[in-house]
């Protein structure tokens, strides 16, 4: 063997074990990525089913491990889990048009969101809860106090699976017609058909369409409204000092009417007169602090409509947190409200027509918003943001402002609506304006010039996605009798338990 060969020989294993190490190191890091990539999907469900662990076993330790106790144990961990999945879905109306907007990013949203739902469940959350569901079931049927148990823990369980099933597939749905559709399976199971009251569950059918058809006219005019002002005026940005801190001023005074009424029932009572002259104060308030904001905002500001989304940024961030607010003020008892009435029956024995809300009840319903919220919200707030039709901040302006006025109008009239509805409905509204607008324009610019418009062409410059609109519908439409049909399933197995 030549010196050569001998040196080569030598060489070889220092060389052999470099790459031997490179190969192991590649693999492992080629493993770690994978298993990154497998355990980031479960970081949201183990942290959801961290805080039900968590509530249940607070729930033990305030009530105990009696048998009539571990009911209430099993209602709270519904609750919670009601809780996060409204989280998940009904918060996406307020966030999403500022997201999508982008007048907001996800992270500031998701933030902004949670501290405003929190502090309106536990400041201003209605501290005395119905227990019927507004009429929907007649008292008689649930006088037993464990017909009146199983039938709130059925309702409240269909109506989370229902939410969480309507959250994978991307369709924001109406909690509180979640809810109602589990009372009326139970309580058909329960007592027959009779016992339902049909009059009022016409009304919620009506809702279907009275809701969003509202909510997107209100939200259309809106738009129209800031068309002709303000983004087709010749002088651009004096039309909006003029009428910016007008519209601010509206959106103030009309937000502070709906939670002064709607919102602040646990500090204080008002009526409609002192609500509508609370909300005129704030208003003109705001209009005449707004004046001076918006003249500085609009200096340097070149004069087309680009500029103008500069000066609705703010009043759109204002409206999502207060809509929010307003939201964890209301749609909390549609979590805890079951539970509270659970709690009551089953302590006291008999059933009540309406129950006080337990502050660590409450405690469950404002955390699980948040932090369903937090982890599973990002998929549907794009979905209203971004993904149905394009929106800036004046579009999505119009649809938080829509969303006030119309659950206003629709109150005072004693239209049932839901929120939800009105919200997405807004979205849509503003879509189909703008597809009308811009048909219409380019109607009147080809006649100008000689050209017209080939209708597939103008079928192809749709700025709605049709096929959300079908999703979204169909999720409608199926809420009610979904619920209702998962609740007498769930009833007919729990009605065999004892209440212990």
């Keep these: 063997m030549t010196n050569a060969d001998e040196q080569l ?4 294993g220092p060389r052999n074990q470099w790459k031997t190490l490179d190969k192991d190191l590649g693999r492992i890091s080629v493993l770690e990525q994978a298993t990154a990539t497998i355990s980031r999907p479960l970081v949201a469900p183990g942290l959801a089913l961290l805080f039900v662990i968590g ?4 729930a033990l330790a305030l009530i105990g491990a009696s048998p009539s106790g571990l009911v209430i144990v099993g209602a709270a ?7 996060l999945n409204i989280g998940a879905n009904d918060v996406a109306n307020n966030m999403g048009p500022a997201v999508g907007a982008k007048a907001l990013t996800m992270g500031s949203a998701l933030v902004i969101a949670a501290i405003c739902e929190t502090a309106g469940a536990l400041i201003a959350g209605g501290d005395v809860v119905s227990t019927i569901s507004s009429g929907i079931v007649s008292p008689e049927v649930v006088a037993d106090s464990a017909t009146f148990v199983w039938l709130m823990l059925s309702a409240l369980i269909a109506a989370a699976l229902w939410i969480n099933l309507a959250t994978v597939l991307g369709a924001p749905v109406s909690t509180t017609h979640s809810v109602v559709g589990g009372v009326v399976g139970a309580g058909v199971v329960a007592a027959g058909f009779d016992a339902v009251n049909w009059s009022q569950m016409t009304s919620i059918a009506a809702s279907w369409v009275i809701s969003p058809v509202m909510g997107g006219v209100i939200a259309a ?3 129209a409204f800031i068309k002709a002002k303000i983004a087709y ?4 940005l004096a039309a909006a000092r003029k009428w910016v801190p007008i519209l601010t001023g509206l959106m103030a005074g009309v937000f502070a009417t709906y939670l002064a009424l709607k919102g602040l029932r646990r500090i204080i009572e008002v009526d409609s007169p002192t609500a509508v002259a609370i909300g005129i104060a704030i208003g003109v308030a705001c209009w005449l602090a707004s004046r001076p904001l918006i003249e500085r905002q609009s200096r340097g500001l070149e004069n087309r409509k680009k500029s103008l989304r500069v000066l609705f940024s703010l009043p759109l961030i204002v409206s999502a947190a207060l809509l929010s607010f307003a939201h964890g003020a209301n749609d909390v008892a549609n979590a805890v409200g079951p539970l509270a009435a659970v709690v009551h029956t089953v302590q006291a024995g008999s059933v009540e027509a309406s129950v006080s809300i337990p502050s660590w009840v409450m405690i469950i319903g404002a955390i699980g918003i948040s932090l369903g919220l937090m982890l599973f919200g990002p998929k549907l707030i794009m979905l209203v943001g971004d993904q149905i039709t394009k929106l800036n901040p004046m579009r999505a302006y119009c649809v938080a402002l829509s969303a ?3 659950v206003i109008v629709a109150s005072w009239l004693g239209l049932p609506v839901s929120s939800t509805h009105i919200a997405v409905g807004g979205i849509f509204g503003v879509g189909f304006f703008r597809e009308w607008h811009a048909e219409r324009r380019a109607r009147m610019l080809g006649l100008q010039k000689g050209k017209v418009v080939p209708p597939e062409e103008r079928r192809r410059r749709k700025l709605v996605r049709r096929s959300h609109a079908v999703t979204v519908a169909m999720a ?4 009610v009798p979904f619920s209702a049909l998962l609740s007498a399933g769930l009833y007919l197995v729990l009605s065999h338990f004892s209440l212990g």
């Design 404 to 406: 006030a006025v119309t």
């Design 9 to 12: 020989r030598q060489g070889d």
């Design 476 to 479: 409608w439409v199926i809420t």
């Design 77 to 83: 961990v519904v609750a919670a889990y009601m809780a």
């Design 233 to 236: 005026v010749d002088d651009k």
């Design 55 to 58: 509530v249940a076993l607070v």
């Design 221 to 223: 005019a809106l738009l």
